[in-house]
């Protein structure tokens, strides 16, 4: 069994998506489409802007989620998944993938998850950090005796989990975790604390308007990033994406799960080459590709 995974943020490059832009018409007329959606020329930043303009959140989504989607539409004769994740913001891009949510749609959720975490961050200094070469366990140990904000993010995989929180509550947490024989403890230079409670105003924003957004059956499983579980009914599926922003993306368990579940390789759809990375570490002999037209 084939599984398609779609990289989340920190994948971005300028020039990401020309090539699909200058080959292919029905990608330039969606690439156009999202152009007008926006508001704005993201293909310009995209093709020709500078890593600064590619690392604002509310470009960095929607360039990240337009690229995976519109690759994977030009894939069309290959692109017969038997299951899909997509890591953090990804998970927008699997459902479009996976028929689940219109292209339209899904863009418009992204930009306006986008604005509304960039709000949030504005709202109340906070920041993340990698934690490097300890167990799962240990660190949430450490993380459950600090009186500040500082919980599990991104359980990224075996060994490497990037946690989140105020900006004294990380400084505590490095500190700690070194202390309990992390190799590494990084602060990163992200613009706030995804996937915690920080997000609160930023997870309500958006519940809304995934109220409103129609969400079909999607033609494969989904294993969301809340649960952790393949995933098809369409209202579970809106429920755990409103929990995204709030909860840890718990991706080492998705691939444990999608491994368990008989999948025999992957294909990373999007830019960069990160998830192979990741899962690498969780099962070294999964065979995985990028994706190619």
């Given at each position: 069994m084939n599984a398609y995974v779609f990289p989340g943020q920190g994948a971005q490059y300028v020039g990401m998506g020309k090539d699909l832009y200058d080959n292919f018409e029905e990608a330039k007329t969606l690439f156009e489409k999202a152009n007008d959606i926006l508001g704005f020329r993201i293909t310009d930043l995209m093709f020709?802007?500078?890593?600064?303009?590619?690392?604002?959140?509310?470009?960095?989504?929607?360039?990240?989620?337009l690229h995976s989607v519109i690759l994977a539409?030009?894939?069309?004769?290959?692109f017969k998944p038997d299951m899909v994740a997509g890591h953090s913001l990804g998970e927008?891009?699997?459902?479009?993938?996976?028929?689940?949510?219109?292209?339209?749609?899904g863009l418009k959720l992204v930009h306006k998850r986008a604005l509304a975490m960039q709000k949030a961050c504005e709202t109340e200094p906070s920041t993340m950090a990698a934690i490097v070469g300890l167990d799962d366990e240990t660190v949430e140990n450490v993380l459950k005796d600090i009186e500040e904000v500082v919980v599990p993010a991104n359980y990224n995989t075996t060994g490497q989990l990037v946690i989140s929180g105020s900006m004294k509550g990380i400084d505590a947490a490095c500190?700690?975790?070194?202390?309990a024989g992390a190799k590494r403890a990084l602060p990163l230079n992200v613009g706030g604390a995804f996937h915690s409670p920080l997000m609160e105003p930023a997870r309500e924003e958006l519940a809304k308007a995934i109220a409103d957004t129609q969400i079909n059956k999607p033609v494969c499983p989904i294993y969301q990033n809340v649960t952790a579980k393949a995933e098809t009914e369409p209202e579970t599926i809106k429920e755990n994406l409103v929990q995204q922003l709030t909860s840890p993306v718990k991706w080492t368990q998705i691939m444990?799960?999608?491994?368990?579940?008989?999948m025999t390789s992957y294909t990373e759809v999007?830019?960069?080459k990160v998830l192979q990375g990741l899962i690498k570490k969780i099962d070294r002999k999964m065979p995985a590709q990028s994706a190619e037209i």
């Open positions: 020709e802007g500078t890593d600064e303009d590619l690392r604002q959140t509310n470009v960095t989504q929607p360039a990240i989620f539409k030009m894939m069309k004769d290959q927008f891009s699997a459902l479009v993938a996976a028929n689940a949510l219109s292209f339209e749609d500190e700690k975790l070194k202390e444990q799960n999608m491994i368990a579940d008989g999007g830019p960069g």
